[in-house]
């Protein structure tokens, strides 16, 4: 039993590159999400996903897009990249079922944006 | 709109010493309030949560929470700190509509002295 994963770990951009963070889970959660954490913030939320085909929007969604195929798969994508975008980013899912909505987090990936 | 505040950039305590973590919240309607820990290029990891019931929530770790509804505060505690807490500690307030996303605090470091 994994939890949750995130890769890749770490990634250097150019302004302008896009590419796509991968989070997959393994227990079978409802509901996944998308942070990203900058130092003196708390992490924000960027988009989630409340089921299979579903996602939406959280705080900070520009500049960024998301697909859920599969249940154990969010995607988030950059399609071009901007150094506003360096960060730390964090996917997190949890249950659809009240009493059991605490959120687990992924290690995060870490991207800087040149 | 939710929100938290973590009064405390970072939080000096001796090995052996009660450490408290502050935490407060505005919220409309019942707070779900989680406290998550992060070490050093790692993810959070969920130390423990208020939803309903006792006021005072014992966690993973020897931690445990006073939940304080007319002052609004979901404080951290522990009753001897370890080396080992040291630590970036977040509380989070979770979202009372369907998204059920978290809302974080800035983050407290906590530095355990030998």
């Known amino acids: 039993n994994a939890g949750v994963t995130q890769t890749p770990k770490f990634r250097v951009l150019k302004t302008g590159q896009s590419m796509t963070l991968l989070c997959a889970q393994d227990m079978n959660h409802e509901y996944m999400y998308w942070y990203r954490q900058d130092p003196g913030m708390g992490l924000r939320l960027i988009h989630y996903s409340v089921g299979e085909g579903t996602t939406a929007k959280g705080e900070v969604p520009d500049g960024y897009n998301v697909s859920r195929l599969k249940k154990q798969n969010f995607l988030l994508g950059l399609e071009s990249a901007a150094p506003s975008q360096t960060s730390v980013y964090f996917c997190?899912?949890?249950?659809?079922?009240?009493?059991?909505?605490?959120?687990?987090f992924g290690p995060g990936t870490r991207l800087l944006v040149l | 709109a939710q929100s938290v505040a973590q009064p405390e950039d970072q939080v000096n305590v001796a090995e052996g010493n009660p450490l408290t973590v502050k935490c407060t919240y505005s919220?409309?309607?019942?707070?779900?309030l989680f406290w998550y820990v992060q070490y050093p290029n790692r993810g959070l990891q969920f130390l423990l949560k208020?939803?309903?019931?006792?006021?005072l929530v014992k966690g993973s770790y020897g931690f445990e929470a006073e939940f304080n509804k007319s002052q609004t505060s979901f404080h951290l505690k522990k009753p001897s700190a370890l080396v080992s807490d040291s630590a970036l500690y977040f509380c989070a307030v979770r979202d009372g509509t369907g998204r059920r996303a978290l809302t974080f605090g800035s983050g407290t470091r906590l530095q355990v002295q030998p």
């Open positions: 208020y939803i309903t019931g006792d006021n």
């Open positions: 997190a899912s949890s249950y659809l079922r009240e009493g059991q909505e605490t959120q687990y």
């Open positions: 919220v409309s309607g019942n707070p779900y």
